[in-house]
């Protein structure tokens, strides 16, 4: 259409210095390419080759011939799919994997659960307090993973505790947070308190572009604010819903940081506690690059597999009302 | 945290208007979703004031006192914490500086100029290069990592500033904000007005559409600058040198040997709280700035 109206300008005839139509256009037409090309250089050396790097990897491996000493004793040499047969049948992987499909389990509904309910409290009316529990409960957003594992992993530690000492008090039975199944209390916990206020806030900002006179009349009906929040608020906001739940299953399926930095304070947590854990031991703990590729290749796509299975299950449903389209 | 609720409240009134009718009923209500954000902002604050408390603990005190009740050691554990490898901890902190704030300012200037290309301009393979971009977002880090590092470490960047800053500085997430910022901030007719002055496209996106976009670009830099703070694996895989550490890797080299000598776990301690504070400084400070809001990738019309 623009162009359209520059090109009836040039049939006139410009009679002002300005420069011809058009060149403008020529212009217009390459700068958004020269706009794009950092963007696209960076993806190319740091996203695109480092992909294709680990996908070669994952199907080589190392040949050694001899003793492995001096030059060319050494080979990368074709492996196929061996690699990737071998972390299929890994029992360390699988087991790792199944250990983060149960953390997962309990971190996703917990923590996207609980930024709803605080996200619709602070949508509703009159609540006092707003802005500063608001802030509050994003807070955790803003404290590096490592920390905030520092930090509880200290918090569960019995001999510090508050919570040991308030349960001493009271004569309860004292559970331990840092071994067996209080192990996965204990690391949900912290990636439902780093993660719910960032979640409550997507969540938040989709509930205020909601425009008042949507549920004005349910309120004029009588419809309690309960209602209000299941029949038309929930429903509304289904799209950022998706969303939030679209990233989580991606970090959740990819923690890494916060058992780590548990290690030092428990013996329970492994090397091969969760499958990207393993896969650095693969690299660099044990030198093979090539096993290592593999199961990184192996989490991505079940990670890609997992999270648009979830999209396209969750768009399938919500095609109908989801006109705003949160996910695109 | 008292002064920091009385400065909240004051725009309350105005963003939380209340309904005409106002029956009590609905007074008696309020109380729950209020009591339930209370809660919920005591759990999330609730490691902070921990940590706050402990940090003025000595060593024996914090194996011995009640956990909330101050101690007496906070001036010896800043002091250790200083002369700790000859004061090794502020190098991390300034390298987190660093990693963050160069790689931030980098990442949102790569991230306006690309966010307004594809938001402004009607262009061949437009929809092919965001998707392609948007990709970047879903590979997970480790797919990224491992190899970043061998690339890294055959150009012989490994183990430098480089290795850590380069990869971050791409940030799908921040071009898609971006993309949406410009959408919105930038009407096509005021680009249209530029070219008929004869400014070049550069000029046009320098001097008229980058002034509009800076309230979004505050909170892509801010999100960049968290998300380069924050950062664990990155430096972890390609750092082997404890000087060019950020704090996040500092704090857990600490822990790891801080848990065969418990005494270093004061250290820990004081070194956590002070490697929160600027970060929750930063939140404070440029919040009028910093429209939660625009960082779900809403843009009000």
Same mark, same amino acid.
């Given at each position: 259409m623009t162009s359209a109206r520059r090109r009836s300008y040039g049939v006139k005839g410009a009679p002002y210095a300005h420069p011809s139509p058009t060149t403008t256009l020529k212009r217009a037409r390459s700068a958004p390419y020269f706009f794009l090309l950092p963007a696209t250089v960076l993806f190319a050396l740091f996203f695109a080759l480092p992909i294709g790097y680990a996908v070669w990897l994952s199907l080589h491996k190392v040949q050694v011939n001899g003793l492995g000493l001096g030059s060319g004793a050494r080979r990368e040499v074709w492996a196929g799919f061996e690699n990737y047969a071998d972390a299929l049948t890994d029992s360390e992987l699988l087991d790792g994997a199944l250990r983060v499909l149960g953390y997962g389990a309990i971190v996703v509904p917990v923590m996207l659960g609980l930024a709803l309910v605080f996200a619709l409290m602070l949508d509703s009316d009159k609540v006092k307090l707003a802005p500063f529990t608001r802030l509050a409960i994003f807070l955790p957003y803003a404290i590096p993973g490592v920390v905030a594992a520092l930090l509880w992993g200290f918090l569960y530690l019995p001999d510090v505790s508050p919570f040991y000492f308030v349960l001493e008090k009271l004569g309860l039975p004292q559970p331990d947070l840092l071994d067996g199944g209080g192990l996965y209390a204990a690391l949900s916990n912290i990636a439902v308190w780093g993660g719910t206020g960032f979640n409550m806030i997507v969540i938040y900002t989709s509930l205020q572009a909601i425009p008042t006179e949507v549920y004005e009349a349910a309120k004029l009906d009588g419809a309690t604010p309960l209602q209000i929040a299941l029949r038309i608020k929930i429903p509304m906001?289904?799209?950022?819903?998706?969303?939030?739940?679209?990233?989580?299953?991606? &970090? %959740?399926? @990819? =923690?890494?940081? *916060?058992?780590t930095t548990l290690k030092p304070l428990t013996n329970s947590v492994s090397t091969t506690w969760s499958p990207l854990m393993k896969v650095y031991r693969d690299a660099f703990g044990e030198g093979d690059i090539y096993s290592a590729a593999a199961g990184a290749v192996i989490i991505a796509v079940a990670t890609l597999v997992l999270s648009f299975g979830f999209l396209r299950a969750a768009n399938s449903r919500n095609k109908r009302d989801d006109s705003q389209g949160a996910v695109r | 945290m008292s002064s920091l609720a009385v400065r909240k409240t004051a725009p309350a009134a105005s963003t939380t208007p209340g309904t005409a009718q106002g029956p009590p009923l609905g007074r008696r209500i309020a109380l729950v979703p209020?009591? %339930?954000?209370?809660?919920?902002?005591?759990?999330?604050?609730?490691? =902070? &004031?921990?940590?706050?408390? +402990?940090?003025?603990?000595?060593?024996?005190?914090?194996?011995?006192?009640? %956990?909330?009740?101050?101690?007496?050691?906070?001036a010896d554990n800043?002091?250790?914490l200083n002369a700790y490898r000859d004061g090794v901890y502020w190098k991390w902190m300034g390298n987190s500086a660093l990693y963050a704030g160069v790689g931030a300012l980098l990442s949102t200037a790569v991230s306006a100029v690309s966010g307004y290309a594809l938001a402004i301009y009607r262009f061949k393979g437009r929809e092919t290069i965001f998707s392609v971009l948007m990709a970047g977002v879903l590979m997970p880090p480790v797919i990224l990592a491992i190899p970043q590092y061998l690339l890294m470490a055959k150009a012989d960047l490994a183990d430098t500033y480089w290795s850590v800053l380069l990869p971050l500085v791409l940030s799908p997430y921040g071009v898609y904000l971006s993309r949406i910022y410009a959408a919105a901030a930038v009407p096509g007719d005021v680009v249209e007005a530029g070219r008929m002055d004869g400014a070049s496209e550069w000029r046009i996106f320098t001097r008229i559409a980058l002034p509009m976009m800076v309230p979004g670009l505050v909170?892509?830099?801010?999100? @960049?600058?968290? +998300?380069?703070?924050?950062?664990?694996?990155?430096?972890?895989?390609?750092?082997?040198?404890? *000087?060019?550490?950020?704090i996040t890797l500092g704090l857990f080299t600490l822990l790891e040997q801080g848990s065969n000598t418990p005494a270093l776990y004061t250290l820990v301690i004081t070194g956590a709280l002070l490697a929160v504070i600027p970060l929750i400084a930063l939140f404070l400070v440029i919040q009028r700035f910093w429209s939660l809001d625009l960082l779900s990738g809403a843009v009000k019309s």
């Open positions: 906001v289904a799209p950022s819903l998706v969303l939030t739940f679209f990233f989580s299953i991606i &970090a %959740t399926l @990819q =923690v890494f940081s *916060e058992p | 209020t009591l %339930t954000l209370l809660l919920g902002a005591i759990y999330c604050l609730l490691p =902070v &004031a921990w940590v706050l408390i +402990a940090a003025t603990k000595s060593g024996s005190e914090l194996f011995s006192t009640f %956990t909330f009740f101050p101690g007496t050691g906070f800043v002091s250790d909170t892509v830099f801010l999100f @960049q600058f968290v +998300a380069v703070w924050n950062n664990f694996l990155l430096p972890y895989i390609m750092l082997s040198d404890d *000087e060019k550490f950020p």
